[in-house]
């Protein structure tokens, strides 16, 4: 007896669907298992991280607020992932484009209002893209690695982001402390509420692009380009489309998409910049596209699934006593588990019987 | 090597009984039986995907049968790896070689030995070898700067070091020159006079009337017949291999063509990469209904010609593609189209189709302009899938629809539906690379005659191929491409084989030997 792996005559489409979600029920799995191994009720653990932020109502606030970003960054990296271009460094282009609507909206003073609002966003979108073009640029004219130039930029933008806080956009009010002057009020996104449960205008957002992206990537030519140069380079040459204009669309998607978060997090939710801006949310998008399959509406999904995670971890911080980085840890073991899967779309794994010893026996003459 | 020649009753060197295997889906080897005698040489014939391969690699231990005995001299043979088959004295010249190109070639052969060997001894050896059997070759050189037909003697020098009893080759002349063909068969004669034997897989019918004693016929993995090849027509092979009436191209010899419609002047092509040919020069042009061959031995820039032609790579400055009196050589691959030329590269997979995707996006990829299946930024899916449908129907593609990915078709049904997707857009100018190769008998006859009928409605054609048959029995005139070079134009009727090999590069291939070839031609012809 021995396991064998088995190519399937085509991807199994089953196989896409079932993989994210026992990848997910794995992890709580695992999770229960590691805790009571540590001594810690894994039960009540995984139960908080995984439950507790969809069954309370003040809870579902949090996963939509978290989820929004993660959605957006999400959906522009699956683009850039479905042409094999790898933008690593969507937590730069975030925190840019955070950068460049605050600098957009200080430029406007106390004025707020719809059309403010507009160029801020525009302002955030713009920011994110123009720090994801220089990866396509290097690329595209020195062949440089895009996703070491686009990860080390992440860095540069940590420092320009610490530099313009403690320095000339520091806010006067604030006790000297590095943060810059919160938003004017009519420079916050609108508010809404549902059956008890507010959130901000950056959720409705999150919730209406995948079905944009859907169409996008199903339908229009753009789409069929990124596709093609994704998953046959050398046929979508012979197809008449350009591989370098392929990078610079899938960057600056991704990059106006992790930019559009960025603005999207300060003009609704956090209002002001401060150090803790950067919260990884770019970087648990890369999770997010993946458990998300790359397609826009798994994408969507996903982003609930991880941002329940990031709750939950805050959660079970409080209720068992583990350390808030527990949702780290499990993100990463969902990730682990997709990409292990992911062999299962294309193989079948088959228990064969031992056929040495069919063959050592000799022919019957 | 000592010679030991066998006659009488003795048993068979190598004979399989009962040999079945099966994979996923396929029977590959449905009880095959037949026995190889020590100096024989016997061919194992049959259509791309009949099992010739599935069947030696068995007979070498890369992979094991299901049921089934192999004897060998009359004994139960065992060989659970290659290794093994060796010492039996099975030796094995692949048709994809596996040299390395920054070594030399005896580094090459000494990588490839069992046991460690001191190397001024192997040398020895080795120069043993080449002497006896005329194998011409620096064991210095380096691989990379060597031609295929040199590095096919690498294998072979290889595979005789072993003092083989049993040598399989495996489509060994699918890349050589008609000389280097010639020179080949003439040391596999002087081997098998020695007593060894060898099985000799290919599908070309005339070779195997000229060398091989017997051949056994595979078809869908079973034994359908033993010949003498020496008494048989290549077309009553043909037929036992196929297992039906071949059914021939009708084509009207013709000397009117029309107006030129493709004029191709000075194209020049720098190197790409390390890999890639330059091209120098290449002019030629193709008339309204003319079928223009260009034959060479491969990677001599037939794919750097056809990507040069299709638009994905850029020529040099100073180099003219005219369609029709239309310059296009600046214009990148859809405008191209859009001016008429369409193309079908060598490599189905990947290339000329995206695997994944299915029949009516993959017609989106080379028909959306001249089809109309885009329109506003938009995928008009409808259309592409009734385009993909028209092409399975018109070109008989077996497939379960036109949703079906590009990759579950087999070699034969994907190239029709390539083939399909291009002629039935009606191009002025088609150029098509090897678009039979790894084709079964029935679809090569069909792309054949399509490419004829889309000839005689008026369109110009250049057929890229490394199968000299099917540019003599297809063309109307030809050239021949070598080290990015393509000689004048000739006529199909009335063309010289000997002219032509020389063409290709002779038995030697070096950079040198077109203008050396080129000058024995003329040479030639002023006697």
């Known amino acids: 007896m021995r396991i064998k792996l088995e190519k399937r005559a085509a991807p199994s489409r089953l196989m896409v ?49 978290k989820a929004a970003p993660l959605i957006i960054i999400a959906l522009g990296l699956s683009v850039g992932n479905r042409a094999n271009v790898w933008n690593i460094g969507a937590e730069g282009q975030y925190i840019i484009g955070a950068l460049a609507g605050a600098g957009a909206a200080m430029a406007f003073g106390q004025t707020g209002g719809f059309f403010v609002i507009i160029v801020v966003i525009a302002a955030g979108i713009a920011g994110g893209m123009a720090w994801a073009a220089a990866p396509a640029f290097l690329r595209n004219r020195y062949g440089v690695n895009e996703i070491l130039s686009s990860l080390m930029l992440t860095y540069v933008a940590l420092q320009v982001l610490s530099y313009l806080i403690g320095g000339p956009w520091k806010d006067p009010n604030g006790r000297n402390f590095p943060q810059t002057a919160p938003l004017a009020d009519g420079q916050v996104l609108p508010v809404y509420e549902i059956a008890g449960v507010p959130f901000h205008f950056g959720v409705v957002v999150a919730l209406i692009l995948p079905f944009l992206f859907w169409f996008l990537m199903s339908r229009s030519v753009l789409g069929f380009q990124i596709r093609v140069v994704g998953s046959a380079p050398h ?46 949310y770019g970087f648990t998008a890369i999770i997010v596209a993946f458990l998300g399959r790359l397609h826009p509406i798994g994408v969507l999904i996903a982003g609930v699934v991880l ?59 | 090597m000592p010679a030991e020649m066998q006659q009488g009753n003795a048993p068979a060197r190598l004979e399989l009984r009962g040999i ?21 040489i016997h061919a194992l014939l049959g ?79 080795v120069r043993e070898v080449m002497q006896t059997y005329g194998l011409a070759l620096d064991p210095h050189r380096i691989v990379s700067t060597l031609s295929v037909g040199e590095r096919q003697r690498i294998e072979i020098v290889r595979a005789l070091l072993l003092n083989p009893k049993l040598l399989i080759m495996d489509e ?11 020179q080949l068969f003439g040391t596999l004669r002087q081997l098998a006079s020695e007593g060894c034997s060898i099985l000799y897989i290919s599908h070309k019918l005339h070779e195997i009337k000229a060398l091989c004693d017997t051949a056994t016929i595979l078809r869908q993995g079973k034994v359908v017949g033993t010949c003498d090849p020496k008494v048989e027509t290549p077309k009553s092979m043909a037929e036992m291999m196929i297992g039906g009436n071949l059914k021939s191209v009708s084509k009207e010899q013709r000397a009117d063509f029309g107006e030129v419609l493709l004029d191709v002047r000075s194209l020049n092509l720098p190197r790409l990469d390390q890999f890639s040919t330059p091209l120098h020069n290449v002019t030629f042009d193709v008339r309204r209904g003319e079928i223009f061959g260009i034959a060479g031995v491969a990677g001599n820039g037939q794919n750097e010609l056809l990507e040069v ?118 191009p002025d100018v088609l150029v098509v690379s090897q678009p039979t190769w790894g084709v079964d008998a029935g679809a090569a006859a069909a792309i054949h005659q399509a490419l004829v009928d889309l000839a005689a409605s008026g369109s110009a054609i250049v057929v890229i191929s490394q199968d000299l048959d099917e540019l003599l029995s297809l063309c109307d005139t030809m050239a021949v491409i070598n080290v990015g070079k393509l000689s004048d134009k000739m006529n199909v009727e009335g063309v010289d084989i000997q002219e032509v090999g020389l063409l290709m590069g002779g038995v030697h291939g070096d950079p040198g030997a077109t203008a050396e070839a080129e000058a024995q031609v003329e040479a030639a012809h002023a006697h």
Not at chain 2, 20 to 40: I, R
Not at chain 2, 90 to 113: C, D, K, P, R
Request: some cysteine; aromatic content about 6%; charged content about 15%.
């Open chain 1, 235 to 280: 046929a979508a040459r012979h197809g008449g489309f350009s591989q370098r204009q392929t990078v610079w669309l899938s960057m600056l998607i991704g990059g106006g998409a992790a930019g559009l978060a960025g603005v999207l997090e300060l003009t609704g939710s956090l209002k002001a910049i401060n150090l803790g801006f950067p919260s990884g």
């Open chain 1, 17 to 65: 669907v079932l993989t994210p979600i026992a990848s997910v029920l794995l992890t709580m799995l695992l999770g229960v298992i590691i805790f009571d191994a540590m001594g810690i009720d894994g039960f009540r653990a995984v139960q908080d991280i995984f439950l507790t932020p969809i069954l309370a109502t003040y809870k579902i606030q949090d996963v939509l607020v």
């Open chain 2, 172 to 182: 060994p002349t699918s890349v050589l020159t008609p000389q280097e063909v010639e």
């Open chain 2, 47 to 125: 259509e791309n995907g009949a099992g010739k391969s599935t069947l030696v690699k068995m007979i070498y231990g890369i992979q094991p049968q299901d049921s089934g005995q192999m004897l060998w001299n009359g004994e139960s043979m065992s060989v659970p790896n290659p290794k093994a088959a060796r010492r039996l004295g099975i030796g094995m010249v692949f048709q994809h070689f596996s040299l390395f190109e920054a070594l030399t070639v005896l580094e090459n052969i000494a990588l490839g030995m069992d046991g460690a060997q001191p190397s001024r001894q192997l040398e020895a050896q």
């Open chain 2, 309 to 426: 032609m299709s638009g994905e790579i850029e020529a040099e400055p100073g180099s003219h593609i005219l369609i029709d009196g239309r310059d296009v050589a600046r214009d990148g691959a859809s405008r191209r189209r859009m001016a008429g030329i369409c193309s079908v590269p060598e490599e189905r997979h990947g290339h000329a189709a995206v695997t994944d995707f299915t029949l009516a996006e993959n017609t989106i990829l080379t028909a959306r302009h001249r089809r109309n299946l885009v329109t506003g930024g938009l995928v008009r899916n409808r259309a592409a899938d009734s385009y993909a449908k028209e092409v399975v129907a018109n070109f008989s593609v077996k497939t379960t629809g036109s949703q079906a990915t590009a990759g579950s078709l087999s070699g034969g049904n994907l190239q029709k539906f390539i083939m399909g997707r291009e002629i039935m857009q009606t």
């Open chain 1, 307 to 365: 941002a329940i995670t990031y709750v939950g971890g805050q959660v079970a911080q409080t209720t068992v006593h583990i350390p808030n980085s527990t949702a780290g840890i499990f993100q990463a073991m969902m990730l682990f588990f997709i990409l292990a899967s992911d062999i299962l779309v294309r193989y079948r794994i088959r228990i064969v019987g031992n056929k040495d010893a069919a063959q050592a026996a000799p022919a019957g003459e």
């Open chain 2, 20 to 40: 079945t295997k099966s994979f996923p889906g396929v029977l590959a080897n449905d009880n095959v039986s037949f026995s190889v005698q020590p100096g024989e």
